[in-house]
């Protein structure tokens, strides 16, 4: 029996005509299995096999910005979620009064993803089969609780189920990937890859970048005095993750500009962020340069690069103090990748080699210079719906707004981007919805046939990710 | 009967199973009151229970500049609708010529706002049961003027019938709030309150600024040598304004500029202002000074905080020359609010006493800062659709953009934002129309069941814009 | 019998009540001949009345940016199209090569504009009957050859096929307007017209500058040594571009700036120049000055002034070094024209006299800053969906985005801005569907009525392109 809360035919559009393609288009994902190529799961649940969950609200509100940020902007304090404080201080531990505050407040997830996936989750990863409210929330808390005792809530088991074929994790530059080799080593066959994500020592003005420094000259081997030390430690550290079976790498940004230094010039700032006596516009420079070296390595050693660009991160400084990052404080700025990647672009945007994947939150950038750039250059494609727009009006702006000018094999197909493992099965069903829905929308109008139509849902539900990230 | 123009499911979408469900939540508006927390109706309309509209030109051309900049871009003078000249020259005098002019171009207004508020306003205010056009132009001349000389059309009737449960005017900060006195001693139960709009005061470079300062100083009955002088005057005000049932502070400015300045740079910028002898960018730095005084102020006093952020003001130089202020030359500008706003929401954006409600002119900024920032900050809320884009599309692209990474419950509500009386009732019909859609199109895609979109709709049509200006 | 592909309902919305008012609407349009106020057509094809397109890859695939540049984003090197480079070198000469290339990565255009157009326009024009793909390109190749080479495929005869009023061309200020004057003075009757448009001339960093203004004095019969020499050439070719029947002219810039320079800044400006020794922003400053000076040409001699802002020309420099300019390398920034316009609007924007039309590449400006701009001065019009944004999702948006605000009559109608002559009756029925179902949508949400609705696209499809660019 469908529960109320999720009719067979969510997301689609009201069109009798335009619904039955959709249904149809979606009925083909079935079969799919779940690329997951870009996310932020923790390795560590499928190298212990009885790795647990914890309670209802470890699992779906205290790691998950999305939704304590939510209850944050309406006056409920971080403690009374559970949030952990930086300096130990008290917090609520009760996870079922956590749990009640939630469900009190769920009212507030009306139409917004994390409203869909929350409900999607609960009713087909948990069999939940009541609306969540204050009125229903002790009973919710004792059915999921119970579901995670079992085994079939392991993340193994659900793994399996969920019928992934990938997952890639994100990982430091300097870190040793051990879950990675213990679940290679466990004979457990799901395929769980790192990502090659060294931020941590690209921001020269970060207050940890030094010991990030130093963290990857121990994990390379090597001792870092100069700037070619640097990249020869970096490129150490991609050789190894790729050995235990890399894919790509990624770079988090909060501008799309890059520029060339001359070996001197790299080498000069390089000695100046080591005394930490950085000059005004060091950082800036020092993180486009190193986006050319980072393309330049892609070049040579096929990790598909990608660029994430416009978050100002922790912009709540009270709230960053107290809790860390990853509390719903980043926060979007105008983006332009035009000019800004020019330098890169014209170094090796041409190359066959290179597949750089392009991420941004301001969706102006979207038809204004993602779509021409994707839609002329050989090395770019757009990926998908970023963070805030990876919901059902920014997925469908998405494609109305970039496959008319890009073409939809100039897209990298879809991302779940998440950290919440049991929430993957519905982003990735929301997006396939969003996606046979638009694409019956292309039939229904007589823009494509029913067979374009057909291999259209297979390239966005999964061959596309599949291709672009290099994953076959 | 309907008349053909108005039909009465007019701007729902064309699905059947979509209209049925905003025709059923439209419905449910019917018994709400308006709430009218931001607006520019003159007062003085209601401390004179004897206050009548004048002509129909008088009431619905000659001070609406939504009606007259459309009629000038295509080549009408304005000298032609009426418009009075700052020189008091010559200008057209003869009402049912106006009247005749703007009726034989008023298939300019197709398909925009303006000519759906005034068919229903026609309609639904006059009774006027014919089209308008240069044909029957004389014949709805008689008849709204007509009407207009019953008492059913003096304002305090059509408050009443409007069922208006509070109106807020917007006032200078000198404004000696006599018709607000007027009313509230005349023993009429109508609630019209004062908005504290400090604007004139705070623009140091514009040539008024100085006698603007002094009505300040007078008003308060205080002498303004400095600007600790400065803002307890404007504190003196604001504690005026809340005697009289102010709820809120209105701020214009050109972008979302905040810094703070420390008491002796303040002091020395003001001193500067005093003796016109401005510095580049005092102007924007005293601006965004202000900014963080008046947050702190509404801390303090619980004045609900409003920023309109955006308009470049009076833009065509002739124009503004021959015929001053708000004759349709003010034109939006791009704008940024993560970097603007973060000083200010530094200090006070975790502060459960401020309520700041951000509007923007740039709707690219919605979804990309704006319900990014009152999706995290609890002091922040997201205003209505403003100005140009108080539309059937801009209000649907505000709420497509805004709700999915905000929250209904972080936008503050609808505001007619207008100093045209008798359109009341027509704007606030639109938005509850626009709302009835999109909720029911929520409804038909199952993103939300039908108890949650009769809730959606109260808080949309009434419930969000009295909590947010904290009018209960 | 229709073809599968091209369906008579295509690109209408699928909700049956308006889809039935948008076909009525579109089919309004079928007797209104095609206005091309607009467009980068060779002259030449009309001039000679034997001219022949040549083969199907030369018609359609090798001087098709829009084709060529898509099939490159996926790895398929120019030289396999045909594409002539610039040094000589070898590329595909086998033109059957060339069409099975394109054929077997026709899938690429899915949703594309140019697959819509593509497939309208081998249904419509040459009467294909199957779907192009690897299969059926040989043969589609020998039914396009054959029809080719019949006299019903010479331009003239299917100019007049096409029921073209008037077709203008974009040419040098230094063109002899030789075609031209072949076509007037053959007695042909197809009305073929120039526009003037003098880009090589006012950028004075290009490396050709030098040559173009040679070229200027040449055909001027004038001797350039001064800005004052300079600007009486451009006047003297403007007069005899309006001799040879042009009515308007035309800029691309990359911003719509604009600036007012003193005779002797102009003067001194221009000296440098003509030496060779341009100082930092002075190619910037030259051409907004340069706007300032056609917009008082077309202020004294009637021509259409459009600007077009917002290109970044030939990004990708190793493509523009082999094969030379519009080869899909062009890519957008944003764009800005409320105080960039400022200079110009307010010494012409309110004379009567001046028609300008603005394009932009930045959709985040519609509604921002074209829409207000264009509803308040009388001497601007928003040009349509420009390049990027010419197509189906683009063309709704510019609709839903300005005309609220603008109002219909402050657009200019359509434009196919195209140098492909056989695609301009799909280009046209593209925009004449997508305003037909935008004008269906508006009557069937009851925003205007059928008589408001026959009038608007009849103004969208023919009368607003005729009026706006003076064609009467």
């Known amino acids: 029996m469908q529960k109320p809360s999720l009719p067979p035919d969510r997301c689609f559009g009201p069109d009798p005509a335009q619904k039955e393609i959709a249904r149809h288009l979606h009925g083909l994902t079935a079969e799919l299995p779940l690329i997951c190529p870009h996310g932020h799961v923790d390795a560590r649940m499928f190298s212990d096999p009885d790795y647990s969950f914890g309670s209802p609200a470890d699992l779906l509100i205290i790691p998950d910005h999305y939704v304590t940020r939510m209850l944050y902007s309406q006056g409920i304090p971080l403690e009374k979620l559970g949030v952990p404080r930086r300096d130990g201080g008290p917090v609520e531990t009760d996870h079922r009064r956590i749990w009640q505050l939630f469900a009190e407040n769920f009212f507030l997830f009306r139409g917004t993803p994390s409203g869909l996936w929350l409900t999607h989750e609960l009713s087909e990863v948990f069999g939940v089969e009541e609306k969540l409210d204050g009125g229903s929330a002790g009973r919710v808390y004792d059915h999921i609780a119970a579901q995670l005792a079992t085994p079939a809530f392991r993340p193994r088991a659900m793994f399996e189920r969920f019928r992934i074929e990938v997952l890639s994790t994100t990982d430091a530059a300097a870190d040793p990937l051990a879950a990675h080799k213990e679940i290679r080593d466990s004979g457990w066959k799901g395929r769980v890859i790192p990502c090659f994500r060294p931020d941590a020592v690209v921001n020269i003005e970060a207050p940890g970048w030094r010991s990030a420094v130093d963290a990857l000259a121990n994990a390379a081997g090597l001792e870092i005095h100069s700037h070619t030390d640097f990249i020869r430690a970096l490129e150490n550290r991609r050789a190894f993750f790729r050995t235990m079976g890399a894919k790509a790498a990624d770079h988090g940004v909060i501008e799309a500009f890059t520029t060339e230094l001359t070996g001197a010039e790299a080498e000069a700032l390089f000695q100046r962020a080591l005394r930490g006596k950085l000059e ?44 860390g990052t990853d509390k719903g404080c980043d926060i979007p700025v105008a983006g332009e990748f035009t000019r800004g990647l020019r330098p890169l672009l014209t170094k090796f945007g041409n190359d066959p080699r290179l597949m750089l994947i392009l991420f941004t939150l301001d969706e102006a950038t979207y038809a204004r210079e993602l779509a021409p750039l994707a839609g002329h250059y050989p090395a770019l494609r757009v990926g998908p719906a970023w963070w805030f727009h990876d919901s059902l009006n920014g997925m469908t702006r998405y494609r109305e707004q970039i496959v008319e000018t890009a073409g939809l094999h100039n897209t990298a197909g879809f991302n779940d981007d998440t950290r919440a493992f049991p929430s993957i099965p519905a982003r990735h069903d929301l997006s396939r919805r969003v996606d046979a829905n638009w694409i019956a929308g292309l039939v229904v109008r007589g823009i494509v046939g029913m067979d374009d139509a057909e291999e259209m849902i297979r390239d966005t539900a999964y061959r596309l990710a599949k291709k672009t990230y290099r994953l076959e």
Chains 1, 2, 3 share one sequence.
């Not at 516009?281 to 050319?292: E, G, N, P, S």
């Open 280 to 323: 005004p516009d060091d950082a800036r420079r020092f993180t486009a340069h190193m986006l050319m070296e980072f393309a330049r390595m892609s070049v040579e050693d096929g990790l598909v690069m990608q660029l994430h660009a416009g978050a100002l991160r922790n912009h709540n400084e009270a709230v960053f103090e107290r809790f």
